[in-house]
Every structure is written in C-alpha cells, then in structure tokens.
C-alpha cells in the first residue's frame, strides 16, 4: 500500500528476521523430545502466562477482534468474562493431574486412567480439531501481508507457511514462549497508539467517543435474555463460555504443553492466574478498537472494506505514523508465526507420543524421536496451508477458530471430567460417551438454533452422561487402577511419590508452596465479579 512507507518495510523484515533468528537459535540446545516438546521442565511461570497472552493476541485477536467490535460493539465480551472462573476450575481441579504424572501430551492421562482406545479417539480429535484451526492462523497474518503489500492472499499464505514452518522445525517450545514474551509488548504497545490515534483525530476527543458509542449501544456487552437463540447472552457467554475456555485451556494440547513446561505445580497455577487475570482486559482492549473505529470512520467516511478481518490492518497502514505502521505489522506478523508454531510444536508432540511411537516405532532413541518430531511438524504445517486457502470464506477469524474447536472441545471435557471425578466409568463408557458427546453438538447444530456457545456444555454434558451410563454395564476398574489419578483425599500412590520426594529439601518446599495456592481460585471468582461489575457500568453510561 502506499502508506506503508520504506522505513516500515526496513522495520518490518529486521524485526521479523531479528524473531526468527532468536526462535532457531534455541534449536542448539536440543537434544531430546523433552525439550523440544517441554522446554526441558524449566520454562518460569510469568513467562508462561505472556505466552498464552500473546497466543490469544495474535494476529487471529489483532486483526479479529476489532472487526467484531466494528460490527457488534461489545456484544461478545460475553464470550470471555467466564475465562476467570475456567481457569479457577483448572487450578483445582485438571493442571495437577497433568503435571504430577509427568505426562507429554494430556491425552497419556486418558490412557492410564482408562484405556489405549480413549487416549487414541481424544488425541486423534485433537489432531483434527487443532489442525483445522491452525488453518486460521496461518490464513490471518498471510491476510495481513496481503493487505500491506499488495500480492494475492494465495501468495502470502504460502510465503507465510514456508517462514512459519521451517522456523517452527527449528525452534521448539522454548522459542514458542520466549519470543511470545516479546511480541506480547509490541502487541500492546500498538493497540494503545492505535487507540490514542483515535481519539486525536475524532473531533471532541474522549468525550465525544463515548458519548457517540453510548448513544449507539456499542457499549452494551451484558444481554440478559433468557433466549438460547441469542448468541451472546450472558448466560451463555458464563455457563456455555466457561465450558469452551476451560476445554481449550484444559484439553487442547497446545495449550497444556505450556503449562507442563513449568518448574513446579505451583508455577503451573501461576501462569493460569496471570492469563485468567489479563486475557479479559486485552480482549476489551481489542474489541474497544473496533468500537472506536466504527465511530472513527463515522467522521473519516465509509472504510470501503469487504472483509471486516481487512478493517484494523487498513487502519494500521494508513493512519498510523511512519515507521510505527511497520512495527505494529510486524509484532502482528512475528506473533502470528509465535502462534503458528506452538500449534505445530503441539499437533508434532500428539502425533509423536501418542501415535508414531506409541503404534509404529517403540523403544527407538531419543535422537530418532527428535527428528520424527521435526518431519510431523512439517506435516502439519503442509496440512494447515491447504486448510488456509479455504479459511477466508468462514467469518471474522477470531470467531471461526472457536467455532471449530467447539464441535470438539466439549466431548473432551467431558472425557477428563469422567476421568478426574469419578471411580465408576470405565475406558469403554469413556470412549463412547466422547463420540455422543460430538454427536450430541453436530445433532444441536443442525435441527436447534441456539447459540454456538452452547455447543461445548451440550458435548460435555452428554459425554458424562452417556459415559457413565455406558460404564454402569461393565465391571468398575480395579481400585489400583485409580490410585493417583482421580481426585479424593487420600491416594496411596501419591502419598508414596510425596514421602520419596520429602528427601530433598527443594521438594518439601514444593509441597508448602502447593499448599498456598489454595486460595487462587477464590480470588479468581472474585476477579469475575468484578468484571461484572465494570461492564455493567459501561452500559450505563
């Protein structure tokens, strides 16, 4: 475009370089799946927490969210006020289990606690689930570049794959969070300069804004109809949202595999509370810029765009300074790769540790693992590219990954809650209740309107019901079976694994600092409320 000047294409290709370059340079030190996969054990927590931020302000937030704000002003805060209460869910409740069993992938927990067939249907569903929406991702920042240089979206997908790919190959899940760290600033720093933008070119300046986007509803977040046809209500966004956030930061591998990269459990929480705690003020953030633009272009004219993903990267180009437009196109573009690759990094660790040396090579070296790892990961990214070509056509992007996922999600929730909760169910009540679960969300889908938010309590719900019901026709699994891997007061085998690690001193302080996290998740409730609270003042205005 012809606002994107030299000195921001200078800055544009540097900072990419300069990221891609930091993200390869952790490949030296790879010498096992356990790093490339896990960071070694050792990545610290706050690191951890802007990772996941800066996934969930990529390029799929960046250029998503602010066209949903366009459209429907806060509407779909709804979607997210609930993150604080899913996460208070997995502090308690599914993040121990993963990190106490020192599993890779979550889905080797499904197999200990039931069966080789449930962890290889939930681990297969991920593959799926997780491949097609990293389609999406790959599709957004391919859009963005189209838009600032002006080659065809076929051409920027398949720049974008070749870059993301070979970086990802080399990287591993070390460079996924160090280099999210760096895009999460540059994130903010350009949401912030965008925001004060608009508020210097639109006449009467703040209060102007707000009194223009009050008188418009676009400051109304909070339907309390009792509708489920209505899409964003707040109900659906507290009960069937906390179903889709806590699936996704649960169940989805690309998610868990940060969190098992951490030091201690007690890390593991922390990450969880520093996302549960953000996530809702950058996603205002976001949404808030599509409300401020709607009311920008109110005096600037009509923004002549098509796709309303196009909306804030126009902006960005033509109306931010100099040199600035390239830095912000850049932090998009280089967080979208950071989000790119930890897709792939965790579609390779499933394929790997739950498929190829689970079923076609056993008891092979660690070096052989390693470099199967790399050949999954381009796999996968060959197979993301294909789905990118169609990605344009499903809607603002933001919305498209989450409606993906959950057709999904929700049977898998409902498989780890049968799991966790309960002695009774069996690996064959398991099994099955995951496929009526997805079938239950494909049967809603088709002959019910309600909102899609939804789809993830209807998957869970009958996951566990039907689970149940199925496992109540066979004998219960042995009791030895269960000890350290449901949730009860008492478990003989983690007693015995805690007496072992009460050798060492560090470890006793693990335990103490595991103690003291007991809290967080009333704190987290709390959080909610007070966001309740905030939106409700909003609309007030």
Do not use: C
């Amino acid at each position: 475009m012809e606002n994107f000047t030299l000195l921001d294409y200078s800055i544009f290709i540097v900072y990419i370089l300069g990221t891609a370059l930091v993200g390869a340079s952790f490949g030296k030190k790879q010498k096992s799946t356990e790093d490339y996969f896990l960071g070694g054990r050792s990545i610290p927590w706050w690191a951890i927490g802007l990772s996941v931020m800066a996934t969930q302000a990529s390029a799929i937030t960046f250029i998503g969210a602010p066209g949903w704000g366009y459209d429907g002003g806060l509407t779909r805060m709804a979607t997210y006020i609930n993150v604080p209460l899913a996460m208070a869910f997995l502090i308690a409740t599914i993040v121990p289990f993963f990190y106490k069993t020192e599993v890779y992938t979550a889905y080797e927990y499904l197999e200990r606690r039931f069966d080789v067939k449930t962890r290889t249907l939930t681990a297969g569903l991920f593959l799926i689930a997780r491949g097609l929406a990293t389609g999406v991702v790959l599709y957004a920042p391919a859009l963005v570049l189209s838009v600032v240089t002006g080659l065809s979206i076929t051409w920027t997908i398949i720049i974008m794959a070749v870059i993301a790919i070979s970086y990802t190959v080399l990287g591993g899940i070390s460079a996924v969070i160090w280099t999210d760290v760096i895009q999460m600033f540059v994130l903010w720093i350009g949401a912030i300069l965008s925001v004060y933008v608009i508020f210097q070119d639109v006449p009467g300046g703040w209060g102007e804004v707000m009194n223009t986007a009050a008188q418009t509803g676009m400051l109304q977040s909070l339907d309390f109809s009792f509708d489920l046809s209505v899409e964003y209500s707040i109900w659906a966004g507290i009960i069937g949202g906390f179903f889709l956030h806590a699936a996704y930061f649960g169940t989805d591998q690309s998610q868990i595999q940060r969190v098992l990269t951490s030091k201690s459990i007690r890390e593991s929480k922390l990450s969880l509370v520093l996302s549960g705690v953000l996530l809702i003020p950058q996603m205002l953030l976001f949404i808030l810029i599509g409300v401020l633009l709607y009311i920008f272009y109110q005096y600037a004219g009509d923004p002549n765009v098509e796709n309303l993903n196009e909306l804030f990267p126009r902006f960005v180009v033509n109306q931010l300074p100099m040199g600035i437009s390239g830095l912000i196109m850049a932090g998009v573009f280089a967080a979208a790769m950071s989000s790119l690759d930890s897709a792939l990094n965790s579609l390779s660790a499933v394929s790997v540790r739950d498929f190829y040396s689970k079923f076609f090579k056993k008891n092979a070296s660690e070096e052989h693992y390693l470099k199967a790892s790399r050949y999954a990961t381009i796999f996968w990214g060959i197979y993301a590219t294909i789905f990118a070509f169609f990605a344009g056509n499903l809607g603002p992007v933001i919305e498209a990954v989450n409606q993906i996922g959950s057709y999904f999600y929700g049977a898998l929730l409902g498989v780890f809650i049968l799991a966790i909760f309960t002695k009774r169910v069996n690996g064959t009540g398991a099994f099955i209740g995951v496929i009526a679960g997805m079938l239950s969300v494909w049967a809603v889908t088709a002959f019910a309107e309600i909102s899609w938010l939804w789809n993830n309590m209807v998957g869970a719900v009958v996951a566990v019901a039907v689970g149940y019901a199925v496992s109540l026709l066979a004998p219960a699994p042995p009791k030895e079976k269960l000890d350290g891997l449901i949730l009860t007061r008492t478990s003989h085998k983690v007693q015995s694994d805690l007496a072992t690690r009460a050798e060492k001193a560090e470890a006793v302080e693990d335990v103490k600092e595991e103690r003291s996290t007991k809290r967080w998740p009333l704190y987290l409730i709390i959080y909610f409320f007070v966001v309740i609270a905030f939106l409700l003042y909003l609309q007030s205005l």
